[in-house]
């Protein structure tokens, strides 16, 4: 069993910056992808990014410019930096490990 904990999430501006956090715990498979979706309310919940266990990322396009996505392997935790935040990029952040979830952490962009 994985247990994810994301955290970071909260209320800014457009504009803004927020960096979430993501920690792993229990029977981790430190080789496995991590990664980072996001879901809007009523929407469906979509890819954010990904860094695999050597480093190698991916940011679809609305994210590229603006997020940076990292891992810490000694500490099993995965990081979004999000800045130049839009309303758009509002929504519910749930990390992703090995076919496990967490619970999520709230952003909100205000206008």
């Known amino acids: 069993q994985v247990k994810l904990v994301e955290t970071g999430g909260g209320l800014v501006q457009t504009g803004g910056s927020l960096r979430l956090s993501c920690a792993a715990s229990?029977?981790?498979?430190?080789?496995?992808?991590m990664s980072w979706y996001r879901e809007p309310p009523g929407r469906t919940r979509t890819l954010v990014g990904r860094v695999t266990s050597d480093g190698q990322t991916f940011l679809v396009a609305s994210a590229e410019g603006r997020f940076t996505i990292s891992r810490d392997n000694a500490k099993n935790t995965m990081y979004l930096q999000m800045n130049n935040l839009e309303s758009e990029d509002s929504g519910r952040y749930f990390c992703?490990?090995?076919?496990?979830w967490g619970q999520g952490t709230q952003v909100t962009i205000s206008s």
């Open positions: 992703f490990m090995g076919g496990f």
């Open positions: 229990g029977s981790i498979d430190a080789s496995k992808t």
